[in-house]
């Protein structure tokens, strides 16, 4: 594996994830009845995808959250048909579903300069509105963030996840009171000396029960929803959330975590997978690995010892295993890279999907024409 070293990473903040905003397509301009002039239509509004965008800083920029496109001109006598009104366009980022307040569809942003019209301008004065404009589409909607990060981690509380991301990105998570982890999602960027950059979003910490909505569970799990791969975060020593709650073994957690996936949306389960078990700098880590290791090759041989609802329909494939310590930085390069090889690897899968599509779709336009 080639390994690339890491610069200071950037911390991100906490982010906004969705957002409701009001637009309002311009009004027509007047025409003119005695010689036939015809207003100008009213300008629209477009939502536009930009690469560097934030809903946080859309928000910041805009705090009204009003978008109204400007009116078309009026019909006169130097110029008998109106120029339309300016266009307003709502610069968003890239992975943007937009929906209107019914909860219709309107399309998605997937890549830079994509573009939705969301409130068209009014049509301009003529002979059969009697030259009287007409006003534009008042549209008010929600502007939903498909991808938060390329990789979203998942944990038990306690698991580490929150020290990870500080080592792997300087992002300072704040940290709740026990038993939950992270108060807020928390996202960090991964810079290499190449100056490729990797997100990384810790999320408010998961519970069993989760897929229940107990603790953040559905706000959680919906996050997760939204990154490319997951990373399973995994003491070695196990997990107890409470003194009154079982204490779950290292394998225990691996199998209870793709469980509350599977519970809440089976399409969780195939995303890309890697595990990092934490905390290698505890006494007897390493002959807890080993059993681990053992545990999750052979899973069949040891699934019956777990209670039947602890059991997943299908075992999450770990494309890397990587022991670590957030403690003393072990392994932590080695991650990195790892998750650097995934996504490298996920997107050359994507870029041939897309590419068998489009000659695909070639051929049969060929053969129908």
Same mark, same amino acid.
């Given at each position: 594996?080639?390994?690339?070293?890491?610069?200071?990473?950037?911390?991100?903040?906490?982010?906004?994830?969705?957002?409701?905003?009001?637009?309002?397509?311009?009004? $027509?301009?007047?025409?003119?009845?005695?010689?036939?002039?015809?207003?100008?239509?009213?300008?629209?509004?477009?939502?536009?995808?930009?690469?560097?965008?934030?809903?946080?800083?859309?928000?910041?920029?805009?705090?009204?959250?009003?978008?109204?496109?400007?009116?078309?001109?009026?019909?006169?006598? !130097?110029? =008998?048909? $109106? !120029?339309?009104?300016?266009?307003?366009?709502?610069?968003?980022?890239?992975?943007?579903?937009?929906?209107?307040?019914? $909860?219709?569809?309107?399309?998605? =942003?997937?890549?830079?300069?994509?573009? #939705?019209?969301?409130? +068209?301008?009014?049509?301009?004065?003529?002979?059969?509105?009697?030259?009287?404009?007409?006003?534009?589409?008042?549209? #008010?909607?929600?502007?939903?963030?498909?991808? #938060?990060?390329?990789? $979203?981690? *998942?944990?038990?509380?306690? &698991?580490?996840?929150?020290?990870? =991301?500080?080592?792997?990105?300087?992002?300072? /998570?704040?940290? &709740?009171?026990?038993?939950?982890?992270?108060?807020?999602?928390?996202?960090?960027?991964?810079?290499?000396?190449?100056?490729? @950059?990797?997100?990384?979003?810790?999320? /408010?910490?998961?519970?069993?029960?989760?897929?229940?909505?107990?603790?953040?569970?559905?706000?959680?799990?919906?996050?997760?929803?939204?990154?490319? @791969?997951?990373?399973? *975060?995994?003491?070695?020593?196990?997990?107890?959330?409470?003194?009154?709650?079982?204490?779950?073994?290292?394998?225990?957690?691996?199998?209870?975590?793709?469980?509350?996936? %599977?519970?809440?949306?089976? %399409?969780?389960?195939?995303?890309?997978?890697?595990?990092?078990?934490?905390?290698?700098?505890?006494?007897?880590?390493?002959?807890? =690995?080993?059993?681990?290791? %053992? @545990?999750?090759?052979?899973?069949?041989?040891?699934?019956?010892?777990?209670?039947?609802?602890?059991? /997943?329909?299908? &075992?999450?494939?770990?494309?890397?295993?990587?022991?670590?310590?957030? *403690?003393?930085?072990?392994?932590?390069?080695?991650?990195?890279?790892?998750?650097? +090889? &995934?996504?490298?690897? @996920?997107?050359?899968?994507?870029?041939?999907?897309?590419? !068998?599509?489009?000659?695909?779709?070639?051929?049969?336009?060929?053969?129908?024409?």
């Amino acid at each position: 594996m080639v390994r690339c070293g890491s610069a200071l990473l950037r911390k991100y903040g906490n982010f906004i994830d969705n957002l409701r905003i009001f637009t309002k397509g311009g009004s $027509g301009g007047m025409g003119y009845p005695r010689l036939g002039g015809e207003g100008g239509r009213g300008g629209d509004v477009w939502v536009v995808a930009h690469k560097n965008m934030t809903l946080k800083q859309l928000k910041s920029k805009y705090p009204q959250k009003r978008f109204v496109a400007g009116g078309g001109a009026n019909s006169r006598v !130097s110029a =008998l048909k $109106g !120029s339309k009104g300016k266009d307003c366009e709502v610069p968003v980022p890239v992975g943007i579903s937009v929906t209107d307040e019914h $909860g219709q569809v309107l399309g998605e =942003l997937n890549k830079e300069e994509d573009r #939705i019209l969301v409130a +068209k301008g009014g049509l301009g004065g003529k002979l059969h509105t009697n030259f009287l404009p007409l006003k534009g589409q008042k549209r #008010i909607i929600h502007l939903d963030l498909k991808v #938060i990060a390329d990789v $979203g981690l *998942v944990g038990f509380p306690n &698991a580490g996840k929150s020290s990870l =991301l500080s080592r792997v990105s300087h992002a300072t /998570p704040v940290i &709740a009171d026990y038993p939950f982890t992270t108060l807020r999602p928390e996202l960090g960027k991964i810079m290499y000396n190449d100056f490729k @950059q990797i997100s990384v979003a810790d999320l /408010p910490g998961l519970i069993e029960g989760a897929h229940m909505n107990k603790g953040m569970g559905h706000k959680f799990l919906k996050h997760l929803e939204r990154t490319r @791969q997951l990373l399973f *975060v995994v003491d070695i020593s196990g997990f107890q959330l409470s003194s009154v709650t079982p204490y779950r073994t290292a394998f225990e957690t691996v199998i209870l975590l793709t469980k509350e996936l %599977e519970l809440y949306k089976e %399409e969780l389960q195939a995303k890309p997978a890697l595990l990092a078990v934490n905390k290698m700098d505890l006494p007897d880590a390493q002959v807890k =690995l080993d059993e681990l290791m %053992e @545990q999750l090759q052979n899973q069949e041989d040891f699934l019956h010892l777990l209670e039947t609802k602890m059991i /997943p329909e299908k &075992a999450v494939e770990f494309q890397h295993i990587i022991p670590i310590s957030t *403690v003393t930085g072990e392994g932590i390069e080695e991650l990195k890279n790892c998750v650097r +090889k &995934a996504l490298d690897e @996920q997107d050359d899968k994507e870029n041939d999907a897309y590419h !068998s599509k489009q000659l695909l779709n070639l051929q049969s336009s060929s053969s129908a024409s």
